[in-house]
Every structure is written in C-alpha cells, then in structure tokens.
C-alpha cells in the first residue's frame, strides 16, 4: 500500500480545520475533490479516519493516532525538499574568486576550473582583479569566496591557505641602474636604495615586500607607494627606486627601461589560495580541492 504525500497532506488539513470547506479553502481544491480523497485514503488504510455529523466533524481514534506520524513525515518531506533545493542551489552558484596579480603560473588557472568544473558541473567562476591596498583580495570584506593571495595574510587565524607556488624573490629596477648590469643581486647591495612600497593598508604583506628581516635592523627607504603593476613600471622608469618581486610576476615588469634580476639573501615567497576559516560551503571547499589536486605534483 503507498500513500501519497499529497493524500497525507490533506488528512492533516482537514484534522486541523475539523471542517471539509475551510480545509478545502486553504489547499486550494474544492470541496467534493477534498471529500473524495480524503475516503480513498480511508479505503487504503481500512478504517475511517473522520467522523462526519451536521455541521460537525471529529477524528476517529484511528485518525488520531495517525496525526502525529502524518505530520512527522510532511516535515520530513518538506525538510528534504528544502535541503534538495539548497544543494541545487550550491551547484549552480558562482563562485567569485579574487586576485591582486594574476596566478597564471603555467595554466594553473584553467587546469583547477577543468577540474572544478568536472567536480560541480552546474557552478560557474568569476575572477575578479583587486587593488594591492587589500591583501586578502576580498576575502576579509566578504567580496570574494576564494583567493590568490601572497603571504603572509593579516589576521591568519581567519583564513585557511594552500600554497600553491613557492618563488625566488626579484629585484625590478630601471635598466641603467649599475646592479643591472650583473645577472643577479645580493639584498646586501639594495640596502640603501629607495624602495616602491604597497599601500600601509597592506599590512604585513607590505613588510614582505620591503624584506625588514634581511637588513640587520637598517631602516627602508620609501621612494613612492604604488597600488599595481602600471603604476609600479612607471615609478621604475621615473628612477623612483627599485621593488621587490615575486619571480613569477617578472614578466609584469620586464619592459623597456626596466630589467629584473634574482636576489640572493632572501627567503622565497608564497602564493597560495586562501578562503574565509569559517565558510563551510560544499563548493568551496571543492574549489580548494580541485587547486590541491593540480598544485600537488607541481610542489611536491
């Protein structure tokens, strides 16, 4: 025997209103087709379920001792329903994925989106460029839901990270400086040159850049603040000082008048995808694996 959740839905209304009309009202049937669904359920079950009198209208003890099951099962479906339409939802939900520089990398970018997308074929990805003023490229304002960023990240406790390339430091610097004229640079010898800074709002990422611990407690010259990679070639050919750089992010600056050269002395930097600590969202989390997946073998 298999009862519709419709039939049981019906039941419930009319065990509620204790009157066929009123209950017909808000399920939204007429009267004689409420009446005539409501006796073939009674025929599946074999007992009635109501007592019907003029203008009167009571549940049986059979009908009582179905109540409480019957609503048990409506929420149930109503809750199982609801979680379909979330995980529907999930999956054809856009991802926003934030960057300061781009993570191309050797097609990191399409090989986690092929892998992404086999993973959750309904969900789409939108990059976003954000200014270098926002170390978190728009996780900490919420305007992101992932994002290819440099560490070190400001308040790390909110954030959960996998690096996804670890790269030798650069120096950029205008092309007639004298260090450009050897093929690679000791920190030692940019000690006392005016360094290109990120904005203070960029915190510790900021301080990365201008390499504090590899300069025996000598202060940084600041010869201008730059907020992205035009603003930071023009201040280079302006002869306004010289900037640190990741190696991957060379060919950003590697233009006429400038020339790029690794810095020995130095630690490297880390690129990595980061995400809010506290967003649980299956599609997050599916991103973060499809970039696991594909950064694995590259760094291990």
């Known amino acids: 025997m298999d ?11 009319v065990a509620e209103e204790l009157h066929f009309t009123r209950a017909a009202e808000r ?49 149930d479906w109503d809750a199982g329903r609801s979680a379909v339409a979330a995980a529907l939802a999930e999956q054809r939900a856009t991802l926003v994925i934030g960057m300061s520089t781009s993570p191309g990398r050797g097609g990191l970018l399409p090989a986690v989106r092929s ?49 996804v390339a670890e790269e030798q430091r650069f120096v ?10 050897g093929e690679r640079v000791s920190m030692a ?6 360094f290109l800074a990120l904005p203070e709002e960029a915190g510790a990422l900021r301080e990365h850049w201008l390499a504090p611990e590899a300069r025996g407690g000598r202060p940084v010259r600041i010869g201008a603040v730059v907020s992205g990679p035009d603003e930071t070639y023009e201040a280079l050919v302006d002869g306004r000082g010289v900037v640190l750089l990741a190696e991957g992010n060379a060919p ?49």
């Open 27 to 75: 399920l939204y049937v007429s009267q004689p087709a409420l009446s005539k669904q409501i006796r073939a359920l009674e025929r599946q079950l074999g007992a009635p379920l109501f007592t019907r009198g003029r203008g009167d209208v009571r549940l049986t003890p059979v009908g009582t001792a179905l109540l409480p099951h019957a609503r048990r099962v409506l929420a």
């Open 189 to 194: 010898d940019l000690l006392d040159e005016p």
């Open 252 to 300: 950003l600056l590697a233009r006429d008048g400038v020339a790029v050269r690794p810095v020995e002395g130095l630690s490297p930097s880390r690129l990595a995808l980061a995400w809010r600590a506290d967003d649980t969202r299956p599609l997050v989390r599916r991103y973060a694996e499809a970039c696991r997946q594909v950064t694995a073998p590259r760094i291990a």
């Open 115 to 163: 892998r992404f997308t086999a993973a959750a074929p309904g969900a789409g990805l939108r990059l976003r460029q954000v200014g270098w003023e926002d170390p978190t490229a728009g996780l900490a304002d919420g305007s992101s839901d992932l994002a290819y960023v440099w560490l070190p990240l400001p308040e790390p406790a909110r954030y959960g990270w996998l690096v």
């Open 172 to 181: 950029a610097l205008p092309q007639a400086h004298p260090l450009a004229a």
């Open 3 to 13: 009862v519709h959740g419709r039939d049981l839905r019906y039941f419930v209304t």
